[in-house]
């Protein structure tokens, strides 16, 4: 049993059922779980550990990241994918990416976790669908389990190649049985699906156009054979991901989704840009979340997705950075901001999201999408995970009079302090879990590997 005191906080957005935001208050942690949280005076005045934030940090929850590639880290800005949409920029990066090993994989897979914990991410979803050289999913799980992450890790898969019409090369997809067989491992040796778990698996074929619609309808079976294994993939990213499912399926996203039993509580899918309008009510009316990733979107120009149209349905809604490849920046609070900034330019209504609608869908609403009760908010009996930020930056300068706002509206290029299941791993703005200087020759040397081939 240890003890952990945070206290003399400035500003703490707590993400409650009151929304509460609370001025001189502290959090009181027994091991992972928050005990309690108020007002100093009220709280135990000692702990096996006092971090003293001297009335000059805003503390809130740690963000959550419904969407990622984390591998995608090893090829970022590369020119021949600069300026593609999605199927150009997809078909530039396929031969790179197949000549990703596993310690390769491992190595951008940490380094792309400490990016996310240093931007204030505590929780994170990542879609690995590709496994070429003898890489598995138990390379990243590893990795990223060094980094101290709250992980869902998702067995990706690709099963339709260039001969079956499909977009992926051949050689980068796997057999249908031998992916539901390896899905099945993942699950009995990692899948945790208690409350404060660190690890959790979901199944994610990667899209429309490189699975199989026995593929989607078989892991769908596989996941919901299992209390938690979630159901993960891409839809309606773009222009062309539409047109290819009319063609090949003659359905729109959202009904294709429907006929392979993609629709529930227990779904998400990212992007969403072209949902119609009969999908977006039919997601609201049966729980199926989405992954907003604003800063992809603007970056392959696939569009805006209709984010206050689908929250106004009651679609759950969280924050993806998507693949390093196509942001290419790793960094949750930023894409807060873009989604707030998308919101009003798509309505064209300055009132279309507010920052702290913003910060709501960064933390509540990634919670909800990855099915999760216990992180979110700061609460008792919620997972410690919080985050801290210093008032004391000049970018934050004339933002006195609202510094939760300045979250998302000023320029916040990461944390100062992060606590994950009562773990510090970033304290005085360092990552505590790994050398990074160590990490980043390292995952450098793979991503130059990698392009001289
Ligand atoms: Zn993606």
């Keep these: 049993m240890s003890t952990l005191l945070v206290r003399n906080i400035h500003t703490l957005v707590t993400m409650n059922a009151a929304r509460e935001e609370l001025r001189g208050a502290a959090i009181f942690v027994r091991d992972h779980v928050i005990e309690r949280v108020g007002r100093a005076s009220d709280l135990p005045q000692t702990a096996d550990t006092v971090l003293d934030l001297q009335d000059r940090h805003i503390v809130l929850p740690g963000l959550v990241n419904t969407h990622h590639h984390f591998y995608q880290t090893l090829t970022r ?24 090993t596993p310690p390769a994989l491992a190595g951008s897979a940490q380094l792309c976790a400490a990016e996310l914990i240093r931007s204030g991410c505590t929780t ?19 990795a990223v389990g060094e980094a101290g992450l709250r992980f869902h890790a998702s067995r990706g898969s690709m099963s339709v190649g260039e001969s079956r019409g499909g977009l992926p090369p051949d050689s980068l997809v796997e057999a249908e049985e031998a992916i539901l067989r390896d899905s099945r491992r993942v699950i009995e040796s990692f899948h945790d699906s208690s409350r404060y778990s660190m690890l959790r698996i979901a199944l994610a074929p990667c899209s429309p156009f490189s699975v199989s619609r026995d593929l989607m309808r078989e892991s769908a079976a596989l996941a919901r054979s299992y209390p938690g294994v979630r159901l993960h993939t ?29 629709v529930g509580p227990d779904v998400w899918h990212a992007h969403c840009v072209r949902l119609d309008d009969a ?19 603007l970056r392959l120009a696939s ?14 809604v969280g924050l993806g950075t998507d693949g390093a490849a196509s942001n290419d920046a790793t960094n949750l609070l930023h894409e807060a901001r873009q989604a707030m900034l998308v919101a009003r330019v798509l309505d064209q209504d300055a009132a279309a999201m507010t920052a702290r609608e913003a910060l709501e869908i960064a933390t509540l609403g990634g919670a909800a999408v990855l099915g999760r009760a216990d992180i979110g908010s700061i609460a008792p009996g919620m997972a410690a995970d919080f985050i801290a930020i210093s008032l004391d930056r000049p970018g934050w300068v004339g933002a006195e009079q609202d510094p939760v706002a300045a ?16 773990r510090c791993v970033v304290d005085r703005g360092e990552i505590t879990t790994l050398e990074l200087p160590k990490l980043q020759s390292e995952v450098r040397r793979h991503a130059i590997e990698l392009v001289r081939g």
């Design 279 to 297: 999908a977006i009510s039919r997601f609201g009316q049966s729980g199926t979340g989405v992954a907003h990733c604003p800063c992809s979107n």
């Design 407 to 422: 979250l998302i509206f000023c320029e916040t290029n990461g944390v100062d302090y992060s606590f994950i299941h009562g």
């Design 234 to 262: 891409h839809l309606a990213e773009s222009n062309s991901d539409v047109d290819y499912s009319k063609a090949t399926f003659g359905l729109s996203p959202g009904e294709y989704a429907e006929s392979v039993g993609w």
């Design 77 to 100: 800005a590369i020119p021949a994918a600069q300026n593609c949409d999605l199927f150009g920029w997809l078909k530039a990066l396929y031969p790179l990416w197949a000549r990703m």
């Design 124 to 142: 994170a979803s990542d879609h690995l669908y590709l496994f070429p050289n003898g890489a598995t999913l138990d390379d990243e799980i590893r």
């Design 303 to 316: 569009g805006l997705a209709p984010i206050r149209k689908m929250r106004a349905a009651g679609v759950p």
